[in-house]
Nanobody, 115 residues
Framework: QVQLVESGGGLVQPGGSLRLSCTVS????????MGWHRQASGKERELVAL???????NYPDSVKGRFTISRDAAKNTVYLQMNSLKPEDTAVYYC?????????WGQGTQVTVSS
């Protein structure tokens, strides 16, 4: 079983920044992909950032240029740096990892962008 612990959410004003962290209980290079998803109230969960084991990154247009996914293998941690935040970025953000056999999710962390 793999445990994921997220942190870093909170309340931020429009235009502000937050960095989310996801610490994994296993060496992160065991995973084919690591990513961040979000789910706003009343909406479906959507991918916001993905990084492969080889380091390739993928972002939807809605966050491209504002969000950056990175990882620190020494800390078994994946990060999501979010800049120029907008009210529509308000959601619960979930960390996700896939080892090719199973998919694992964190418990989620709330991000609220409001003045």
């Amino acid at each position: 079983q793999v445990q994921l612990v997220e942190s870093g959410g909170g309340l931020v004003q429009p235009g502000g920044s937050l960095r989310l962290s996801c610490t994994v209980s296993r060496n992160i290079f065991n995973f084919n992909t690591m990513g961040w998803h979000r789910q706003a109230s009343g909406k479906e969960r959507e991918l916001v950032a993905l990084i492969s084991s080889l380091g390739f990154r993928n972002y939807p247009d809605s966050v491209k240029g504002r969000f950056t996914i990175s990882r620190d293998a020494a800390k078994n941690t994946v990060y999501l740096q979010m800049n120029s935040l907008k009210p529509e970025d308000t959601a619960v953000y979930y960390c996700n990892v896939d080892d090719g056999m199973s998919n694992y999710w964190g418990q989620g962390t709330q991000v609220t962008v409001s003045s």
